[in-house]
């Protein structure tokens, strides 16, 4: 069974059978999967962090658990092996080390929201950490982008009311990050039976989140280089969501196939992409990709919409939410911050530039010897893990100081900034990985 499931996966993804040996999805069907959620007699599916109870209504997809059942069982291993040998990351566990991504229980564990990012399927209402969602830094326009994080009714005559403002953020989907990120779910209908009277058409329909936007996804995984193509307009893919790095559809990266979702050591860890492309005058269509159903209260919000990936690089990525901490100096056009994801030619003295090629000058010389506490982005995608940093053609990026899920640090830096500022500092980590000669003193650089 386990060789038929990799051989049909890898037909699926136009792979060859081998490519599946280095991580793609493998197993036995039922290590994620129950035809009727029972088993003598008792329910098995598996719903929400540290469940322990089986619920009796089943879930989609014939799954055995859900997203965070699945990856956030809070074990004492980062990664967990199931019966018929699938691997699973963690994202939620009590292991001594960590994903590339962090660990969401740092969040829980250390009662601070500033440890990383607080999405509303780890975090429900009940919890204090809830209660502290707010914008995302360096947001676009609220009124433009709170409904698709929101808690959100929708009228009678089609308007939206906001009962709590980005309080649904999310890990896949609408209102997240992995997966198809398209608006709508099909199965939306118009609220008066008719598509062709447009003078009072609303359209009702539930946002895709959560196993929807993943849905085929695992079964066209693999690990490795990631040379995805640009988002474009369509229905949800699950092919398409395999091809972008770490299920993101459009985005470019390297998987580490030797410790697979870990950054070990200079040898051992992710390639990120960048590009240092300039943006000029910003619109919405710079993250939107128009749907064409006219299923949807605007193109933007229709059940074949979705999302770019800016550049295809990870801080593109990143400033879809977080637009105004982007900025490479190459930017020209309008000044209107609050819509343009730049800081202008001198963005590096109001907030810290991303995909912005490490100078080839100065203190920069030095960081050659790749450092894991402040990975770089490299604008050719690499086959596999280099030891080395180029200064003037590698990049900083966004998860040169953070990691995309949580740590231990306020501000889900990767290091502690607090030792560094002290000095307490055995190597030139973090900040100091770059700015080599920042935690010297002079008389000694």
């Known amino acids: 069974m386990k060789k038929i ?92 080390s960590d994903l590339a991504a962090g660990n969401f229980a740092y969040i829980d564990t250390l009662g601070s929201t500033r440890k990383g990012h607080n999405v509303s399927d780890l975090f429900t209402g009940g919890d204090d950490n809830a209660k502290h969602y707010g914008s995302p830094p360096g947001k676009y326009y609220d009124h433009v982008h709170a409904p698709y994080f929101s808690d959100v009714t929708v009228n009678a005559d089609g308007s939206e009311t906001i009962n709590a403002a980005f309080s649904k953020f999310t890990c896949a989907g609408a209102a997240g990050c992995h997966g198809t990120r398209s608006n709508l779910l ?76 870990q ?12 590009a240092q492309v300039g943006a000029t005058n910003a619109s919405c269509n710079s993250c939107h990709v128009p749907g064409v159903s006219g299923f949807g209260i605007s193109a933007r919000m229709s059940i074949d919409s979705t999302l770019l990936v800016p550049n295809q690089s990870m801080s593109g990525f990143c400033i879809t939410c ?51 506490t ?25 998860l040169s100081c953070h990691q995309a899920h949580a740590t231990e640090f306020d501000g889900m830096l990767r290091f502690d900034y607090a030792q560094i500022l002290a000095g307490n500092t055995a190597s030139q980590n973090g900040c100091l990985a770059c700015h080599t000669t920042k935690g010297v003193a002079p008389d000694l650089r």
């Open 186 to 261: 099909s199965g939306t209908t118009n609220d008066n039976g008719t598509t062709t009277d447009t003078t009072d058409d609303f359209f009702e329909g539930t946002r895709r989140t959560g196993i929807a936007a993943v849905s085929g996804a695992h079964h066209n995984s693999y690990d490795g280089k990631k040379d995805a193509a640009q988002n474009t307009v369509g229905l949800h893919d699950g092919a398409k969501v395999a091809a972008g790095y770490r299920f993101i559809p459009g985005l470019k990266g390297t998987g580490n196939t030797a410790a697979r979702w």
């Open 374 to 398: 402040a990975p770089v982005a490299r604008t050719t995608l690499l086959d596999a893990a280099s030891p080395t940093v180029t200064p003037g053609t590698d990049l900083v990026m966004c």
């Open 5 to 96: 499931f990799a051989i049909a996966a890898a037909a699926l993804i136009g792979l060859p059978s081998a490519a599946l040996a280095v991580g793609g999805i493998q197993g036995q069907c039922a290590d994620c999967h129950t035809m009727h959620n029972s088993e003598q007699g008792q329910p098995v599916a598996m719903v929400g962090l540290n469940a322990t109870t089986p619920s009796a209504q089943p879930i989609q997809n014939l799954l055995r658990m859900d997203c965070v059942a699945c990856h956030a069982q809070n074990t004492g291993n980062k990664t967990v092996l199931m019966d018929g040998g699938s691997i699973i990351p963690q994202v939620y566990h009590s292991d001594s």
């Open 322 to 372: 977080h637009g105004n901490f982007h900025s490479t100096g190459l930017e020209t056009g309008g000044t209107n911050q609050d819509r343009n994801p730049y800081n202008g030619t001198s963005g590096a003295f109001l907030r810290h530039p991303s995909d912005y090629v490490i100078p080839n000058r100065g203190e920069y010389v030095a960081y050659t010897a790749y450092n894991i």
């Open 263 to 274: 950054n070990v050591d200079a040898s051992s860890h992710n390639e990120y992409f960048g």
